[in-house]
C-alpha cells in the first residue's frame, strides 16, 4: 500500500508531537517510519489507523535517538568530504594560477631554460660571417670614423658586402631583434645565463623573438650603418650584461 498525502502528514505531524527530531534529520526519520507504518498495512492488512495507533505507543525514543546519532554522523562525514574537497580544487586552481603567472610574467628566462645544452668556453670557433675574417674596428677607445673623436666602441666592425649572410655563434634564444635609430636593423641571442650575441646594422631580420636559435643558423643579412655608407656587420658580445671584446671569445 502507497500512503497518500493526507497520511503523510498525519505521521508527520505525530512525529513532531511525540519526539525532538532535528530539522536536519526530519526528513530521513519521516520517510523511515511511513515506509515502516506502509510495510505493517500492506503485511499484516490492518487499516492504516491502526498500524498509526500500534506504532506511535511503541515508539521507542531511544531507537530516534539513534537514528539521529547515525544521521549527524552521515551528515558531518558529508560535509567533511565534501569540504576537503572543495579545499583540494582551491590548491590545485592556485598552484597552477602562480605557475601559469610566474611563466607569464617570465617568458624569456622560461624560455632561456630550454635552450639546448651549450656552454660557450673561453674561445669558439664561430665566426658570425663565413668568408669576411677581417676586422676593421676593434673592441675599446677609437677614434669615431664619422664625429672624429674618441669614443668607446662596444663591439667590433667586420667589414662584408651587402646581403652577406650572418649566422649565430653558439645555440640561443633570440631576446630582441628590430630596428632602432643607433643600431638599424639588429638582433640579441641569449646564449646561457652568462652570455648574449648581438647583431648591428643588419638588411635583413630572419629570425623573430622567441624563435630558438641553432649554431652556424642563419639569422639575417648585413646591411650598412646610419653614420657610415660602408656595409659592414658590428658585432658584440656581452658578459652578465656587461659589453667585453668578442675577440677573447670568438675566432675565425
Known sequence: MKLNNHQVDIISKMLIKTL???????????DHYCETIERSVSVNKNTFEKVMEETFDNLNKSEIKKINKKLNTLYFRN?????????????????????????????EQ???????????????????????????????????????????HNGIDIPAKEYER??????????NAGYSDLKGNYIEIQHNEIFQSIYFHLSEIDVKINDK?????????VGSGNLN?????HFEIKKNGTNVDPLLYIRA
Open 110 to 152: 622560461n624560455n632561456i631554460k630550454e635552450i639546448p645544452t651549450f656552454e660557450i668556453m673561453d674561445t669558439i670557433n664561430i665566426w658570425p660571417l663565413k668568408n669576411n675574417l677581417y676586422v676593421s674596428s676593434k673592441f675599446g677607445n677609437r677614434i669615431h670614423p664619422f664625429y672624429k673623436v674618441e669614443k668607446f
Open 166 to 175: 650572418v649566422f649565430s655563434i653558439a645555440n640561443g634564444i633570440v631576446i
Open 20 to 30: 525532538k527530531v532535528s530539522k536536519r534529520n526530519f526528513q530521513e526519520i519521516l
Open 79 to 107: 560535509y567533511a568530504f565534501k569540504s576537503l574537497l572543495i579545499l583540494g580544487l582551491i590548491f590545485l586552481f592556485l598552484f597552477f594560477y602562480i605557475t601559469i603567472f610566474n611563466k607569464s610574467n617570465n617568458p
Open 213 to 221: 636559435i641553432e649554431v652556424r643558423q642563419q639569422i639575417g643579412k
Open 229 to 233: 655608407n660602408q656595409s659592414h656587420l
